[in-house]
């Protein structure tokens, strides 16, 4: 896990949260970001972790993250 607990990764899997998703008509769910690696023989954390960031960084930037205004009267 990494210190911001916005990663979770080992050498054949990951898990991100995108920062500032939010989608009004759902603004109890959150957006995560998976990648995990069926080639047998392939295990590398730190090439998981470089993948991971950069791909929930490109997520946040792009339309698939929201980030609309909560209304306070939800």
């Keep these: 896990m990494s210190s911001d607990q916005k990663y979770l990764h080992s050498g ?3 898990v991100g949260r995108p920062a500032g998703c ?7 769910q959150k957006l995560y970001t998976v ?11 730190s090439t998981m972790k470089q993948l991971i960031t950069g791909y929930t ?4 930037k ?3 993250c929201p980030h609309d ?6």
């Design 35 to 45: 990648i995990q690696v069926f080639a047998v023989g392939r295990d590398d954390k």
């Design 22 to 28: 939010v989608d009004s008509d759902h603004p109890q």
């Design 57 to 60: 960084t490109t997520v946040e």
């Design 69 to 74: 205004v909560v209304s306070s009267s939800r």
């Design 62 to 64: 792009s339309a698939a």
């Design 12 to 14: 054949t899997g990951a």
